[in-house]
């Protein structure tokens, strides 16, 4: 068969006789149907032109998978004659090109989707009119397409996508990918099963007028026909299933919740600290606990934490030059702050090390600790004052001052988070297995604690430090989302995307208040507060109708100039705040390392969220797997959403086949050493000897082969390979060697 000849062959069902030939040449191509009947032309076909066109777009091989299959590797789920006896509209006047918008209900249909092969295969005409035009053109269609599936197979590059991410599907395509479709009824079945073709989310392969749909026509030809990519957008995507092979690429690491989830986070990073570089790998995060398994550890700091506040508290408003005296009926005794004194002592004793050869501590009771925590919140949170009806108290009060100020800088020399603290004693909690801000609470108050905690299930909420004193833009809090890609987990390999996008709230920061829309900046819970919005609202307050900081679309370069205006010197987003970032980001993966799967197919893109304190010190607060890309908020959301994904697919899908590939915004943060030896072999047993023969001694009788050698199973041989077993109860150690001789 010469270079202008295919021959493509269907498999036929068992038990059937049924097979298909197609024959395409330049000079006549014949159609051979299952009659035998043959339908000729003279003229070179619209079918060649498009496969001409296909041909000079093909693309590279898919780099995780380089076999080819067999020429046909699959049975066909739709036959032609079954096409051909759908009924449809074969009474058109004249051929034109079938309707454009299939499938728009389709749970994976782009919104976008580029030029398809129906245009090319009628871009010049069939030259029939009426039905015969019709019919040809479904048939020269459905080989056209049908071509197009199996190249696609031929070269591993079918792509399955459980989620809506327009930008990823078009840079896939781009790259000679073809796209395996779903309706919403199957999308919880496994990958590889067989989609159902009586889903409603799913409009008819025949369309109106007669043409035929393509995606539907994909979808049915592909309906067997396992992804060899897959990217799954579902939150409760825990670990693939048995059908996955090897070499199918997945964008997910199995149970990447145990180091993703916020409890898993907090349980991994309390060992962070053996993975510390310098330059390389450092972190700061805020403490944090499990209430249904830290609850004394995390009361015993819920009281410290409010001693150390009442003492900011006294020494700020001594510096300050405020009163501390009120009234008798709105203020504490002073024995109060000698109380926190001695608590914050012991602290700093603790943290110095100093209480090892003590032979005694100092023993305080619930009910003393209840009392304190009870006037600490009249003072911070109430406005109350210190008593002064006291005859000493001006004495008191000036020795408790110079003791707090001693106290509080030894302890901000040996506290790494006691600025993140400040002195209201605010702590946050968080679902641990929820996203998008879902089920959020702050509060400083011990009751209302443990009142959530008690409402729901063990484990489902940490009980995070809330950072009291972050870094403020115009008066409103930010964080900072970074997105970095895990290629290859042994040895690690870590890409960080070089923009960062900055999510602000809507309101102005404030503690009086735990608004939502102050304190939370995610995404999801600041749409509901954007400006268009509000605007809608039509409220008398002006404020609703202002536009925030938020509504101006600050990017990483307006942060790093506003940081200049503050007295930073040099560039301090592209100097100080991304090393750190990147820096936590190597810590806490080296940290969860173990726990990573080892699968050479899969890959996974996170999203880092980060808060930075007056000094431009960097906190992670949490790892997000699964980020959110779809559907942009903003303008800059909608232009960093389409590069991040554009730039994942250049380092997953390019950079294989060229390593000096364009890596779009993803940079190399991280590679680990190669090892050189292999890290678990499993178990296994190497016995190096050769055989011997025990003989009896030379008085017995040499002729009884029985007693010449000794059996393996003998008295004989269990004396001379094992020490004789005692009888003895106590322990008693046997050298093996010196027992034979």
């Known amino acids: 068969m010469d270079s202008t000849t295919k021959s493509v062959s269907r498999h036929p069902k068992r038990g059937s006789s049924r097979r298909c030939h197609i024959i395409h040449g330049h000079e006549n191509t014949s159609l051979i149907t299952k009659e035998g009947e043959k339908i000729e032309k003279n003229t070179t076909t619209n079918l060649e032109k498009a496969q001409k066109m296909l041909a000079k777009q093909e693309n590279p091989m898919n780099p995780y998978n380089k076999f080819e299959y067999p020429m046909i590797p699959y049975q066909l789920t739709l036959r032609l004659e079954e096409l051909m006896a759908i009924p449809g509209n074969f009474e058109s006047p004249a051929c034109g090109p079938p309707l454009k918008t299939p499938t728009e209900s389709c749970s994976q249909y782009p919104k976008e989707a580029p030029i398809s092969l129906d245009e090319a295969v009628h871009s010049a005409g069939c030259g029939f009119n009426g039905s015969a035009c019709m019919r040809e053109s479904r048939r020269e269609f459905y080989y056209a397409v049908k071509t197009k599936v199996e190249n696609a197979i031929r070269r591993h590059k079918i792509f399955l996508i459980r989620g809506d991410l327009p930008m990823l599907v078009r840079a896939l395509e781009a790259r000679g990918w073809l796209q395996k479709y779903e309706s919403f009824k199957t999308r919880m079945l496994p990958y590889a099963g067989i989609m159902s073709m009586d889903s409603k989310s799913l409009v008819d392969i025949i369309q109106g007028d007669g043409s035929l749909n393509e995606k539907a026509l994909v979808f049915a030809l592909l309906r067997t026909t396992p992804p060899d990519f897959i990217w799954d957008c579902r939150n409760d995507f825990v670990e693939w299933d048995s059908s996955l092979k090897h070499n199918v690429l997945l964008n997910r690491f199995e149970r990447s919740s145990v180091y993703t989830s916020k409890l898993g986070m907090a349980r991994i990073l309390e060992q962070a600290h053996w993975f510390y570089e310098e330059d390389v790998s450092s972190l700061e995060f805020p403490r944090s606990y499990n209430p249904a398994r830290d609850a004394n550890a995390f009361l015993e700091d819920f009281r410290r934490t409010a001693a150390v506040g009442l003492l900011k508290w006294f020494v700020m408003r001594i510096q300050d030059g405020l009163g501390i005296v009120v009234e008798e009926s709105q203020s504490i005794p002073i024995s109060r702050l000698e109380f926190a004194l001695k608590i914050c002592q012991r602290y700093l004793v603790d943290i110095e090390h100093e209480n090892i050869d003590q032979v005694g501590t100092l023993e305080t009771t619930d009910d003393e600790w209840n009392t304190f925590v009870e006037d600490y919140s009249s003072v911070i949170h109430r406005g109350f004052g210190i008593s002064n009806i006291e005859e000493d108290a001006p004495v008191k009060l000036e020795k408790c001052y110079l003791l707090a100020f001693e106290t509080l800088k030894k302890l901000g020399e040996c506290d790494p988070q006691f600025e993140l603290n400040g002195m209201r004693n605010i702590w946050i909690l968080k679902p641990s297995d929820l996203c998008c801000g879902t089920g959020i609470s702050i509060s400083h108050c011990i009751k209302d604690i443990y009142r959530r905690v008690d409402s729901k299930p063990k484990d489902y909420f940490i009980i995070q430090k809330y950072i009291e004193k972050p870094l403020l833009i115009q008066e409103t809090k930010f964080d900072i989302r970074l997105w970095y890609l895990v290629t290859s987990t042994l040895p690690l390999t870590i890409w960080l995307f070089k923009e960062a996008l900055l999510r602000f709230s809507s309101k102005p920061y404030s503690v009086s208040t735990y608004h939502e829309a102050i304190h939370l900046c995610n995404t999801a819970i600041q749409q509901k507060y954007d400006y268009e919005k509000r605007r809608r609202r039509k409220r008398d307050n002006i404020d609703e109708t202002e536009e925030s900081i938020r509504d101006r679309g600050w990017d990483c370069k307006m942060l790093n100039e506003y940081l200049k205006t503050r007295g930073f010197s040099g560039e301090p987003y592209y100097d100080t705040i ?113 055989h011997m023969v025990l003989r009896e001694n030379e008085d017995k009788d040499v002729n009884n082969s029985r007693t010449n050698i000794c059996s393996p199973w003998g008295r004989h041989s269990r004396a001379w390979t094992a020490p004789a077993r005692s009888h003895n109860k106590n322990p008693k150690v046997v050298d093996f060697v010196n027992s034979v001789e």
């Open 578 to 690: 991304y090393p750190k970032m990147s820096q936590a980001i190597v810590l806490t993966m080296l940290a969860a390392q173990e726990h990573m799967d080892r699968r050479r197919c899969s890959f996974e893109l996170y999203g880092a969220d980060f808060m930075v304190l007056d000094d431009l010190s960097v906190w992670l607060i949490e790892i997000n797997t699964n980020p959110r890309m779809h559907p942009p908020s903003s303008k800059i959301t909608q232009r960093l959403y389409d590069t991040v994904l554009e730039s994942v697919v250049k380092v997953v899908m390019d950079l294989p086949l060229d390593p000096s590939a364009d890596t779009g915004g993803f940079q190399l943060a991280y590679k680990q050493d190669s090892l050189d030896f292999i890290p678990y072999l499993g178990l296994g047993l190497f016995v190096f000897g050769k």
